[in-house]
Each structure stands twice: as C-alpha cells, then as structure tokens.
C-alpha cells in the first residue's frame, strides 16, 4: 500500500518563500532554499542542521507564534520525520500544528497539511487510533475549503483508506479508494502517475480478501499505465510485475507468475546491481514458484543466492 503524502519538503516550503524579504527575513528565505537545494541533493543531515538554524532566525525575526515559524518547524520535523526520527518530530508537528490553528483558525489548508503529517508519523509507528481522527479531520477541512472534488481530497482519501486497510476495515477502505479514483480520473484523466497508485491499493486490499478477480484487471491497469507514463524500465514498473506475479502465483497460475517474476528480477538487476539486498525477497518469491512445480534444483540456487547477498549486506 502506499501513502500519498500531502506535503513534501519542497512543496511545503514554497509558501513561506512567496514574500518580499528585508533583512532577517531574507536569510530566513535564503536558508529555505539551501535547505530544499540539500535535500535534493541528498544531503539530508547538512539539511537539517540548516532547517535547525532556519528555525532560530524565524523564532527571532518573526516572533514563537508566527505561522513561518511553524513552517520552519514543519520542515524540521519532516526532516527528522524522513530519517525515522519519530522522537525528535513528533513535537515540532504537534507545534506547528497549535501555532497553524492559533494563528489561521482551525479551518485552514495549512492546519490540514499539519494534521497529515502528524499522523502519519503515527502511521508508520503503528499508532493507528492516534493517526485516524487526524486524517479524518484534514479531510473534513480539505473538503470544507477545497470542494469535495479537489485532487488533493483525493489524496486524503487515499490516505485514511490506507490506514483503514491496515487495520483490516476492508469495508471501510473500498469507498474511501473508489472515490479517490474518480477524483483524479476527473481531474486529470485516467492516466495521471497517482491513478497507478491507488489502483495498486485497492488490488493489494482485494488480494488481502482472497478477491483475486476483483484485484487481477486493477494490478494489470496500473502496470499499463506505468509502463506508458513512466518507461518500461521505470522502478515503479517493476513494482508492479511483482505484484501481478504474485497474485498469478496465488492462483496457482504459475508460468504467468514466472515470466513476470523475470521479468521484475531483470529490471531490478540492471538497475541495483546483482547483490542489492532488494533482489533478496524477490529471488525468495522464486525460490518458492520452482518448489511449486518441482523444480527443485532451480529453488535451491536461488536461495543460496539469497543468503550471498544478504551475507554481503551483513
């Protein structure tokens, strides 16, 4: 399943940059961009050393409760967010947050964007009763301000169904993602690279159900569409022959499953490398497809192969 995040780091720094600057305003701009310059890079710790420092000038120049202070303070924390720093994040969310309500009422889209954040921080820690009335209430704020129609309601849509499919509301789930699916396809059409993902959701939730009628045309649209906005050789391609194989393999239907399993192997060698420890789970899938149709010769290189390159992983 995947999360279709509503802020970025980039993106969540553009408000902040759209106003004329005198001063400390100035190096607080010019701190932002040195930010969003290191993440692209990559340089994610130079990054937040430098958010930390743009997050004093704000203090100081614009006073604690002014809302590019919790800007500043949002950018930290996605951060430390992006790192797996939970700790360190979860208190500057929780600020931003108040100071966004205080300052912008409680009815707003930076409140809304807070909320997600936060709680999918606590997604990912498995804080799930924390995590849904925070996405539930950025929808209800997104929908009040935005129109029940707007993509980024459909993002939020996407994002509380994932939370719902994992704690197995399957039911709840379904409209939440079916409804998201119609948004962007009547924004965009229905090749827009978020159509794939949410198509990938729902035939994940299908798959989980043992619905693998409902879920096999939904992985095999979404691999299509990859293929022609993305390249064939696009990761996110790759992605999606695994996931298909997987449910052919399921089914019992394996030559289908092991052309695909191929096929995403090949790619994923020529794009990591032939000890990336990603092939690792990969080559396990087709261990097991071998042992199936008894070939057990075949299973068995594969997963000595598997324990290669976990042992030079180590």
Do not use: C
Not at 5 to 34: C, D, K
Not at 208 to 224: D, I, S, T, V
Not at 257 to 277: F, V
């Amino acid at each position: 399943m995947q999360t279709l995040r509503t802020i970025a780091l980039i993106t969540a720094l553009v408000a902040a940059l759209s106003f004329p600057a005198h001063g400390q305003e100035q190096r607080w701009q010019s701190l932002n961009v040195r930010i969003v310059t290191l993440h692209r890079e990559g340089r994610v710790s130079e990054a937040t050393e430098v958010a930390m420092e743009a997050l004093k000038v704000a203090e100081t120049t614009f006073g604690p409760n002014h809302p590019n202070v919790a800007a500043s303070l949002n950018t930290l924390a996605l951060l430390y967010h992006s790192q797996g720093k939970y700790v360190e994040a979860e208190p500057l969310y929780k600020r931003a947050l108040a100071i966004r309500e205080a300052a912008l009422g409680p009815v707003h889209r930076h409140v809304a964007s807070s909320l997600n954040n936060l709680a999918a921080l606590y997604e990912e820690q498995g804080k799930y009763t924390e995590a849904e009335p925070l996405y539930q209430r950025a929808l209800t704020i997104d929908e009040r301000v935005l129109g029940k129609y707007h993509p980024v309601v459909a993002t939020d849509l996407n994002n509380l169904a994932v939370l719902y499919e994992a704690q197995g509301k399957y039911g709840e789930a379904v409209p939440l993602y079916t409804r998201a699916l119609e948004i962007l396809e009547t924004s965009f059409g229905p090749h827009y690279p978020q159509v794939a993902t949410i198509l990938t959701n729902l035939a994940v939730l299908y798959e989980a159900q043992g619905k693998y009628a409902e879920a096999a045309p939904l992985y095999q649209r979404a691999l299509a569409l990859n293929e022609q906005v993305l390249g064939k050789d696009h990761p996110a391609v790759g992605t999606d022959l695994d996931n298909l194989a997987h449910l052919y393999d399921a089914q019992g239907k394996y030559a289908e499953a092991e052309k695909l399993y191929e096929r995403a192997l090949a790619m994923q060698e020529k794009a990591l490398g032939l000890d990336h420890p990603n092939l690792a789970t990969l080559l396990e899938k087709m261990a097991t497809l071998y042992r199936k149709t008894g070939r057990e010769d075949k299973a068995k290189k594969l997963e000595e192969r598997v324990k290669q390159i976990r042992s030079k992983n180590q």
